[in-house]
Protein backbone atom coordinates (compact mmCIF):
# COMPACT_ATOMS: atom_id res chain seq x y z
CA UNK A 1 0.00 0.00 0.00
CA UNK A 2 3.13 2.34 0.88
CA UNK A 3 3.69 1.63 -2.84
CA UNK A 4 0.58 2.34 -4.15
CA UNK A 5 0.26 5.63 -2.41
CA UNK A 6 4.07 6.63 -3.78
CA UNK A 7 3.28 5.79 -7.24
CA UNK A 8 -0.28 7.17 -7.22
CA UNK A 9 0.72 10.09 -5.61
CA UNK A 10 4.00 10.76 -6.43
CA UNK A 11 3.66 11.42 -10.19
CA UNK A 12 1.75 14.92 -9.92
CA UNK A 13 4.14 17.00 -8.10
CA UNK A 14 6.35 15.85 -10.55
CA UNK A 15 4.79 16.85 -13.67
CA UNK A 16 3.74 20.81 -11.72
CA UNK A 17 7.37 21.03 -10.72
CA UNK A 18 8.60 19.90 -14.71
CA UNK A 19 5.66 22.38 -16.03
CA UNK A 20 6.90 25.12 -13.86
CA UNK A 21 10.26 24.38 -14.96
CA UNK A 22 9.37 24.58 -18.35
CA UNK A 23 7.43 27.27 -18.58
CA UNK A 24 9.11 30.18 -15.95
CA UNK A 25 11.80 30.97 -18.09
CA UNK A 26 9.43 32.48 -21.13
CA UNK A 27 8.00 35.58 -19.41
CA UNK A 28 11.43 36.74 -18.47
CA UNK A 29 12.36 36.81 -22.11
CA UNK A 30 9.13 37.98 -23.32
CA UNK A 31 8.69 41.26 -20.35
CA UNK A 32 11.86 43.40 -21.84
CA UNK A 33 10.51 43.06 -25.69
CA UNK A 34 7.55 44.08 -25.32
CA UNK A 35 8.68 47.25 -22.93
CA UNK A 36 11.18 48.39 -25.81
CA UNK A 37 8.11 48.21 -27.78
CA UNK A 38 6.17 50.40 -25.92
CA UNK A 39 8.82 52.54 -25.34
CA UNK A 40 9.56 53.09 -28.93
CA UNK A 41 5.75 53.64 -29.37
CA UNK A 42 6.08 56.34 -26.79
CA UNK A 43 8.97 58.15 -28.10
CA UNK A 44 8.02 57.91 -31.77
CA UNK A 45 4.60 59.48 -30.20
CA UNK A 46 6.34 62.46 -28.32
CA UNK A 47 8.60 63.13 -31.68
CA UNK A 48 5.47 62.90 -33.59
CA UNK A 49 3.56 65.19 -30.88
CA UNK A 50 6.35 68.04 -30.58
CA UNK A 51 6.71 67.68 -34.40
CA UNK A 52 3.34 68.68 -34.80
CA UNK A 53 3.06 71.12 -32.11
CA UNK A 54 6.29 72.79 -33.62
CA UNK A 55 5.03 73.12 -36.68
CA UNK A 56 1.55 74.71 -34.98
CA UNK A 57 3.21 77.19 -33.30
CA UNK A 58 5.39 78.52 -36.16
CA UNK A 59 2.34 78.56 -38.28
CA UNK A 60 -0.58 79.33 -35.88
CA UNK A 61 0.89 80.86 -32.85
CA UNK A 62 4.10 82.71 -34.06
CA UNK A 63 3.11 84.84 -36.85
CA UNK A 64 -0.02 86.18 -34.71
CA UNK A 65 -0.59 88.74 -31.94
CA UNK A 66 -3.97 88.18 -30.21
CA UNK A 67 -5.42 89.93 -27.39
CA UNK A 68 -9.18 89.28 -25.49
CA UNK A 69 -9.39 92.45 -24.41
CA UNK A 70 -11.24 93.58 -28.09
CA UNK A 71 -14.76 94.46 -28.62
CA UNK A 72 -16.45 95.84 -31.38
CA UNK A 73 -17.23 99.29 -31.31
CA UNK A 74 -19.50 101.71 -33.87
CA UNK A 75 -21.11 105.07 -33.96
CA UNK A 76 -24.09 106.01 -31.43
CA UNK A 77 -25.79 108.87 -32.63
CA UNK A 78 -27.40 110.65 -29.76
CA UNK A 79 -31.34 112.39 -31.18
CA UNK A 80 -32.25 115.17 -28.89
CA UNK A 81 -35.17 117.78 -29.79
CA UNK A 82 -34.22 121.37 -31.03
CA UNK A 83 -37.09 122.80 -29.53
CA UNK A 84 -38.76 121.95 -26.01
CA UNK A 85 -42.08 121.22 -26.45
CA UNK A 86 -44.35 118.24 -25.83
CA UNK A 87 -44.26 114.97 -27.72
CA UNK A 88 -47.40 114.77 -29.21
CA UNK A 89 -46.47 110.99 -31.43
CA UNK A 90 -43.89 108.95 -31.45
CA UNK A 91 -43.27 106.32 -33.78
CA UNK A 92 -40.41 104.00 -32.77
CA UNK A 93 -39.67 101.38 -30.20
CA UNK A 94 -36.91 99.68 -28.87
CA UNK A 95 -34.16 97.96 -31.39
CA UNK A 96 -36.47 99.11 -34.25
CA UNK A 97 -34.31 99.30 -37.42
CA UNK A 98 -35.29 102.90 -39.05
CA UNK A 99 -33.87 104.55 -42.30
CA UNK A 100 -32.25 108.01 -42.89
CA UNK A 101 -35.55 110.47 -43.46
CA UNK A 102 -37.68 108.56 -41.16
CA UNK A 103 -40.49 110.60 -39.04
CA UNK A 104 -39.35 109.00 -35.63
CA UNK A 105 -41.12 111.96 -33.41
CA UNK A 106 -43.60 114.43 -33.68
CA UNK A 107 -44.20 117.40 -31.35
CA UNK A 108 -46.91 119.61 -30.71
CA UNK A 109 -46.41 122.19 -33.07
CA UNK A 110 -48.94 124.93 -31.95
CA UNK A 111 -47.01 127.68 -30.50
CA UNK A 112 -44.64 127.38 -33.25
CA UNK A 113 -47.49 127.78 -35.98
CA UNK A 114 -48.42 130.68 -33.62
CA UNK A 115 -44.77 132.54 -33.65
CA UNK A 116 -44.65 132.03 -37.43
CA UNK A 117 -47.55 133.83 -38.38
CA UNK A 118 -46.54 136.61 -36.03
CA UNK A 119 -43.19 136.46 -37.70
CA UNK A 120 -44.83 136.69 -41.32
CA UNK A 121 -47.09 139.55 -40.27
CA UNK A 122 -43.65 141.54 -39.05
CA UNK A 123 -42.19 140.54 -42.22
CA UNK A 124 -44.94 142.65 -44.14
CA UNK A 125 -45.21 145.30 -42.38
CA UNK A 126 -41.44 145.40 -42.59
CA UNK A 127 -42.12 145.52 -46.33
CA UNK A 128 -44.64 147.95 -45.92
CA UNK A 129 -42.18 150.54 -44.48
CA UNK A 130 -39.01 149.82 -46.27
CA UNK A 131 -41.55 150.58 -49.59
CA UNK A 132 -42.37 153.55 -47.11
CA UNK A 133 -38.72 154.85 -47.00
CA UNK A 134 -37.94 153.99 -51.07
CA UNK A 135 -40.73 156.16 -51.65
CA UNK A 136 -39.75 159.04 -49.35
CA UNK A 137 -36.21 158.99 -51.28
CA UNK A 138 -37.95 159.07 -54.79
CA UNK A 139 -40.03 162.37 -52.86
CA UNK A 140 -37.00 164.06 -51.91
CA UNK A 141 -34.86 163.09 -55.29
CA UNK A 142 -38.12 165.18 -56.67
CA UNK A 143 -38.00 168.17 -54.00
CA UNK A 144 -33.99 168.51 -55.03
CA UNK A 145 -34.81 169.18 -59.17
CA UNK A 146 -37.13 171.59 -58.27
CA UNK A 147 -35.14 173.13 -55.78
CA UNK A 148 -31.91 173.11 -58.49
CA UNK A 149 -34.68 174.15 -60.98
CA UNK A 150 -35.45 177.59 -59.17
CA UNK A 151 -32.12 178.06 -58.53
CA UNK A 152 -31.50 178.00 -61.80
CA UNK A 153 -34.03 180.45 -62.42
CA UNK A 154 -33.24 182.72 -59.78
CA UNK A 155 -29.35 182.77 -60.63
CA UNK A 156 -30.72 184.32 -64.40
CA UNK A 157 -32.59 186.45 -62.07
CA UNK A 158 -29.76 187.37 -60.42
CA UNK A 159 -27.53 188.03 -63.44
CA UNK A 160 -30.29 189.95 -65.06
CA UNK A 161 -30.41 192.03 -62.17
CA UNK A 162 -26.80 192.53 -62.08
CA UNK A 163 -26.53 193.72 -65.52
CA UNK A 164 -29.10 196.63 -65.41
CA UNK A 165 -26.92 197.73 -62.20
CA UNK A 166 -23.74 197.83 -64.05
CA UNK A 167 -25.62 199.64 -67.23
CA UNK A 168 -27.64 202.43 -65.18
CA UNK A 169 -23.70 202.65 -62.99
CA UNK A 170 -22.07 203.42 -66.57
CA UNK A 171 -24.76 205.87 -68.05
CA UNK A 172 -23.77 209.76 -67.09
CA UNK A 173 -25.35 210.70 -63.88
CA UNK A 174 -26.56 213.33 -66.08
CA UNK A 175 -28.48 211.55 -68.11
CA UNK A 176 -29.81 208.77 -65.35
CA UNK A 177 -32.43 209.68 -62.58
CA UNK A 178 -31.68 208.94 -59.16
CA UNK A 179 -34.44 206.97 -59.42
CA UNK A 180 -33.26 204.61 -62.38
CA UNK A 181 -30.20 203.67 -59.96
CA UNK A 182 -31.90 203.22 -56.57
CA UNK A 183 -34.06 200.92 -58.72
CA UNK A 184 -31.02 198.88 -59.93
CA UNK A 185 -29.39 198.38 -56.73
CA UNK A 186 -32.34 197.35 -55.25
CA UNK A 187 -33.68 194.82 -57.71
CA UNK A 188 -29.92 193.40 -57.24
CA UNK A 189 -30.09 192.69 -53.36
CA UNK A 190 -33.61 191.37 -54.12
CA UNK A 191 -32.41 189.24 -56.74
CA UNK A 192 -29.36 188.02 -54.66
CA UNK A 193 -31.25 187.68 -51.36
CA UNK A 194 -33.88 184.89 -53.90
CA UNK A 195 -30.91 182.82 -54.99
CA UNK A 196 -28.96 182.42 -51.55
CA UNK A 197 -32.96 181.26 -50.50
CA UNK A 198 -32.72 179.03 -53.50
CA UNK A 199 -29.30 177.99 -52.25
CA UNK A 200 -30.87 176.80 -49.09
CA UNK A 201 -33.17 174.93 -50.80
CA UNK A 202 -31.03 173.25 -52.91
CA UNK A 203 -28.90 172.38 -49.85
CA UNK A 204 -32.58 171.39 -47.79
CA UNK A 205 -32.99 168.94 -50.13
CA UNK A 206 -30.18 166.95 -50.43
CA UNK A 207 -30.18 166.89 -46.91
CA UNK A 208 -33.80 165.21 -47.17
CA UNK A 209 -32.98 162.80 -49.59
CA UNK A 210 -29.73 161.47 -47.11
CA UNK A 211 -32.14 161.34 -44.81
CA UNK A 212 -34.96 159.22 -46.98
CA UNK A 213 -31.86 157.47 -47.86
CA UNK A 214 -30.94 156.65 -44.41
CA UNK A 215 -34.60 156.04 -43.48
CA UNK A 216 -34.27 152.85 -46.37
CA UNK A 217 -31.63 151.73 -45.20
CA UNK A 218 -32.51 151.24 -41.85
CA UNK A 219 -36.11 149.91 -43.15
CA UNK A 220 -34.19 147.07 -44.92
CA UNK A 221 -32.29 145.98 -42.01
CA UNK A 222 -35.60 145.81 -40.32
CA UNK A 223 -37.07 144.28 -43.17
CA UNK A 224 -34.09 141.68 -43.55
CA UNK A 225 -34.45 141.36 -39.53
CA UNK A 226 -37.88 140.65 -40.03
CA UNK A 227 -36.82 137.94 -42.87
CA UNK A 228 -34.81 136.11 -40.67
CA UNK A 229 -37.41 135.73 -37.83
CA UNK A 230 -39.78 134.43 -40.10
CA UNK A 231 -37.17 131.41 -40.93
CA UNK A 232 -35.81 131.08 -37.80
CA UNK A 233 -39.50 130.41 -36.81
CA UNK A 234 -40.70 128.04 -39.56
CA UNK A 235 -37.13 126.25 -38.98
CA UNK A 236 -38.59 125.96 -35.23
CA UNK A 237 -41.77 124.40 -36.98
CA UNK A 238 -40.23 121.81 -38.37
CA UNK A 239 -38.12 120.78 -35.71
CA UNK A 240 -41.08 119.47 -34.21
CA UNK A 241 -40.54 116.46 -36.64
CA UNK A 242 -37.95 114.34 -35.95
CA UNK A 243 -36.50 112.45 -38.12
CA UNK A 244 -33.85 109.42 -38.85
CA UNK A 245 -30.72 111.41 -39.56
CA UNK A 246 -28.94 108.26 -40.85
CA UNK A 247 -29.84 104.41 -41.04
CA UNK A 248 -29.26 102.67 -38.00
CA UNK A 249 -31.10 100.61 -35.33
CA UNK A 250 -33.07 102.78 -32.28
CA UNK A 251 -30.88 102.03 -28.84
CA UNK A 252 -32.25 103.96 -25.37
CA UNK A 253 -35.27 104.86 -26.53
CA UNK A 254 -36.59 107.40 -23.17
CA UNK A 255 -39.99 109.00 -24.71
CA UNK A 256 -43.15 108.60 -24.43
CA UNK A 257 -46.20 110.63 -26.45
CA UNK A 258 -47.46 113.19 -23.60
CA UNK A 259 -44.12 113.60 -22.42
CA UNK A 260 -42.38 117.34 -22.68
CA UNK A 261 -38.65 117.34 -24.19
CA UNK A 262 -36.36 120.11 -24.34
CA UNK A 263 -32.90 120.29 -25.99
CA UNK A 264 -31.02 119.10 -22.82
CA UNK A 265 -32.40 115.70 -22.70
CA UNK A 266 -31.57 112.81 -24.98
CA UNK A 267 -34.91 110.94 -26.47
CA UNK A 268 -32.83 108.35 -27.81
CA UNK A 269 -30.43 107.16 -30.07
CA UNK A 270 -29.95 105.63 -33.10
CA UNK A 271 -27.06 102.92 -33.95
CA UNK A 272 -25.74 102.55 -37.60
CA UNK A 273 -24.66 99.10 -38.36
CA UNK A 274 -21.57 99.98 -39.63
CA UNK A 275 -18.93 98.85 -36.71
CA UNK A 276 -14.98 98.00 -35.84
CA UNK A 277 -12.88 96.64 -34.15
CA UNK A 278 -10.83 97.96 -30.88
CA UNK A 279 -8.61 95.84 -29.43
CA UNK A 280 -6.12 96.53 -26.46
CA UNK A 281 -2.75 95.23 -27.16
CA UNK A 282 0.21 95.00 -24.93
CA UNK A 283 2.54 97.85 -25.52
CA UNK A 284 5.43 94.47 -25.92
CA UNK A 285 3.22 93.15 -28.77
CA UNK A 286 3.56 96.22 -31.04
CA UNK A 287 6.94 96.04 -32.32
CA UNK A 288 5.94 94.08 -35.72
CA UNK A 289 2.26 95.62 -35.71
CA UNK A 290 1.43 97.94 -38.75
CA UNK A 291 -1.48 99.13 -40.62
CA UNK A 292 -2.72 96.91 -43.53
CA UNK A 293 -1.99 93.55 -41.91
CA UNK A 294 -4.65 90.84 -42.09
CA UNK A 295 -6.67 89.63 -39.06
CA UNK A 296 -8.97 87.23 -38.13
CA UNK A 297 -11.77 88.04 -35.47
CA UNK A 298 -13.97 85.43 -33.77
CA UNK A 299 -17.03 86.69 -32.15
CA UNK A 300 -17.74 85.38 -28.19
CA UNK A 301 -21.69 85.59 -28.83
CA UNK A 302 -21.52 83.89 -32.25
CA UNK A 303 -18.48 81.13 -32.04
CA UNK A 304 -19.43 80.18 -35.59
CA UNK A 305 -18.91 83.64 -36.59
CA UNK A 306 -15.80 84.07 -38.47
CA UNK A 307 -14.56 87.55 -39.37
CA UNK A 308 -11.65 88.82 -41.21
CA UNK A 309 -10.35 92.21 -41.30
CA UNK A 310 -7.30 94.52 -41.56
CA UNK A 311 -5.57 96.93 -38.75
CA UNK A 312 -6.49 100.43 -40.11
CA UNK A 313 -4.55 102.31 -37.18
CA UNK A 314 -2.55 102.59 -33.99
CA UNK A 315 -3.44 105.16 -31.23
CA UNK A 316 -0.48 107.44 -30.59
CA UNK A 317 -0.94 106.84 -26.63
CA UNK A 318 -1.64 104.27 -23.71
CA UNK A 319 -5.02 103.66 -22.89
CA UNK A 320 -4.34 104.75 -19.61
CA UNK A 321 -3.04 108.27 -20.90
CA UNK A 322 -6.62 109.17 -22.25
CA UNK A 323 -8.00 108.13 -19.11
CA UNK A 324 -9.98 110.90 -16.83
CA UNK A 325 -7.67 110.59 -14.28
CA UNK A 326 -4.14 109.72 -15.89
CA UNK A 327 -1.41 107.70 -14.08
CA UNK A 328 0.86 109.34 -12.51
CA UNK A 329 4.65 107.69 -11.96
CA UNK A 330 6.38 110.30 -10.79
CA UNK A 331 6.64 108.41 -7.14
CA UNK A 332 9.46 106.59 -4.97
CA UNK A 333 6.83 103.29 -5.16
CA UNK A 334 6.84 103.27 -9.01
CA UNK A 335 5.66 99.29 -10.27
CA UNK A 336 6.13 98.92 -13.76
CA UNK A 337 3.00 97.81 -15.52
CA UNK A 338 2.66 96.37 -19.14
CA UNK A 339 0.25 99.26 -21.04
CA UNK A 340 -2.20 98.33 -23.40
CA UNK A 341 -2.65 100.48 -26.61
CA UNK A 342 -6.02 100.29 -28.46
CA UNK A 343 -5.61 99.56 -32.64
CA UNK A 344 -8.50 99.70 -34.53
CA UNK A 345 -9.34 97.36 -36.84
CA UNK A 346 -11.53 97.25 -39.48
CA UNK A 347 -13.82 94.39 -40.75
CA UNK A 348 -13.72 93.71 -44.00
CA UNK A 349 -17.57 93.03 -43.86
CA UNK A 350 -18.46 95.85 -41.57
CA UNK A 351 -22.36 95.87 -41.80
CA UNK A 352 -23.27 92.71 -40.17
CA UNK A 353 -26.67 93.67 -38.46
CA UNK A 354 -26.16 91.07 -35.90
CA UNK A 355 -23.10 92.65 -34.56
CA UNK A 356 -23.25 95.75 -31.68
CA UNK A 357 -21.14 97.86 -30.05
CA UNK A 358 -19.67 96.50 -26.50
CA UNK A 359 -19.72 92.48 -27.41
CA UNK A 360 -16.40 90.90 -26.89
CA UNK A 361 -14.30 89.76 -29.67
CA UNK A 362 -10.87 88.05 -30.02
CA UNK A 363 -8.40 89.33 -32.77
CA UNK A 364 -5.66 87.70 -34.14
CA UNK A 365 -3.61 89.75 -36.44
CA UNK A 366 -0.94 88.28 -38.63
CA UNK A 367 2.45 90.40 -37.72
CA UNK A 368 4.75 88.15 -39.45
CA UNK A 369 4.41 86.09 -42.92
Same mark, same amino acid.
Given at each position: MTTAAS?????????????????????????????????????????????????????????????? #???? #????????????????????? #????????????????????????? =?????????????????????????????? =???????????? =?????????????????????????????TSFASLERARAQVRSAQAQVAQARATVTAAEGDYQKAQADTRKARVNLDHCRILAPVDGRIAGKAVDAGAYVTPANPLFQIVPAQVWVVANFKETQLRHMAPGQPVEVSVDAFPGLALTGRVDSIQSGTGS????????????????VVQRVPVKILLDNGNLGQLAPGMSVEPKVRVRS
Open positions: QTAGPAPSLVDGASAVAAPEPSAAAPASSRRLSSLLVAGALVAGSLGAVYYVRQVAPFESTD #DAFI #DGHIIGISPQVAAQAAVVHID #DNQVVHKGDLLVELDPTDFQVALEQ =ARGAEAAALGKRAQAQAGVAAAESAVVEAE =ATLHSLQATFEN =AETELRRQQGVDARARSQKDLDTAVAGRKRFSVIPTENATGNFVK
